[in-house]
């Protein structure tokens, strides 16, 4: 954790209620998940309930309260991906890798989530890592994608 860029973010919108979900938002993408103790320092510096800060931070699936990894790898389960093949490739993606679906790896590069529709069925089967798609995946084409993420 980035202690001095967490502060920062913090010190930014500090005394700025209405900015929670902007700052929440800044750290998750600086930090992967947002601590307890951070939540904390935001709901005293931006003048926010810390229920309400506890609320948000769970309402929104973009917000984590656990580690996340480094990369964050999506991979498509709807119906068009299922057929092409996502089986495959997700169980590819958790040997590769060495964590299931919802885990984060020991040394923090990766965390691994399977989803609904990403929104371009024709191009599957899909992954998203990082928000970056990658299209009509097969088992020796995700083993190079995930090489590239370092
Ligand atoms: S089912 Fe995978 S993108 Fe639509």
Same mark, same amino acid.
């Given at each position: 954790m980035d202690k001095d860029k967490i502060d920062q973010i913090i010190s930014k919108h500090?005394?700025?209620? =209405?900015?929670l979900i902007h700052a929440l938002m800044e750290i998750q993408h600086a930090n992967h998940w947002l601590p307890k103790d951070v939540l904390e320092k935001v709901s005293e510096k931006l003048g926010v309930p810390l229920n309400r800060v506890m609320q948000i931070a769970t309402f929104y =699936?973009?917000?984590?309260l656990v580690p996340q990894g480094r990369h964050e790898v999506h991979v498509c389960m709807g119906t068009a991906c299922h057929v092409r093949g996502a089986q495959q490739i997700i169980e590819k993606v958790e040997q590769l890798i060495g964590i299931r679906t919802g885990e984060t790896n020991p040394d923090g590069k990766f965390s691994l989530e399977r989803g609904s529709c990403l929104g371009c069925c024709s191009l599957g089967p899909e992954i998203v890592i990082d928000g970056r798609h990658h299209s009509r995946m097969t088992p020796d084409k995700v083993e190079e994608v995930l090489k590239s993420y370092d």
């Open positions: 500090e005394g700025k209620a =209405k900015n =699936k973009t917000f984590s």
